[in-house]
């Protein structure tokens, strides 16, 4: 069973607009970590955000905004006045302590903005 | 800041061949993972090493076999290439921060598009 769902395959929007990125994870843990990474066309991810299982409370960098609610097990992404720049493939991840060895991916989002 | 370093960017070897993709990082970190990037599956963990000379498989190892003879660095075996094994690899690698260090962010490389013809 995937740990991690990123349901948007791809997203396309004109620049300035707002975008959410979903995140749907699946743990029994109560302890966890959830990420969120940026794959930018030169290919290396870069590491964006961490979160964890006993933090709820919503974070603000600039433009990105993340939202995270374990009730409905998700780690959304917003970004605001989106740019040319923000096109990337972005990835949801999950690290859970009772499977300490692993960070599990969901598959992307490829967001692409319209200039 | 950490560097991951993968030795080649773009590979093009034949099927049959013994492949070897080279990762190095400068950061001290103990845990080095590989991971191989497809469209549609995300990144999948191949193998990791938490020490040197340790290595744990991760979920899709066949087909594959690591090295890490040093700290510094990791390297992923292709024993006899295949066309299925075109793909993106992916070297990453975090500190041991405590007894659970899957906490730590990933620092990945670059990346190897590797091509099997």
């Known amino acids: 069973a995937q740990k991690v769902t990123q349901a948007q395959t791809e997203i396309s929007v004109v620049e300035k607009e707002d975008v959410t990125l979903d995140c749907v994870y699946e743990?029994?843990?109560?302890?966890?970590?959830l990420f969120w990474y940026k794959q930018p066309p030169s290919g290396e991810l870069v590491f964006l955000i961490r979160r964890n299982s006993f933090d709820e409370q919503n974070e603000i960098s600039g433009r990105y905004s993340w939202n995270f609610q374990k009730s409905t097990s998700s780690f959304n992404f917003t970004i605001t006045a989106s740019q040319v720049v923000d096109s990337a493939v972005y990835f949801c991840a999950l690290s859970e302590i009772s499977t300490g060895n692993q960070f599990y991916f969901g598959t992307g989002t490829s967001l692409t903005v319209i200039p | 800041d950490v560097k991951v370093t993968q030795s080649s960017r773009y590979l093009v070897k034949r099927t049959g061949e013994k492949v070897f993709l080279e990762c190095v990082q400068d950061m001290d970190h103990e845990n080095m993972f590989w991971y191989r990037q497809d469209p549609g599956l995300g990144l999948r963990l191949i193998y990791f090493?938490?020490?040197?000379?340790?290595?744990e498989k991760g979920d899709i190892p066949e087909g594959y076999s690591v090295s890490r003879e040093k700290k510094e660095r990791f390297s992923l075996i292709l024993e006899s290439a295949s066309t299925n094994q075109t793909s993106m690899y992916l070297c990453a690698s975090t500190p041991r921060t405590g007894w659970w260090s899957y906490n730590s962010p990933l620092h990945f490389g670059n990346g190897t598009r590797l091509t099997v013809t």
């Open positions: 743990t029994r843990d109560t302890t966890y970590y």
């Open positions: 090493s938490y020490d040197v000379k340790m290595k």
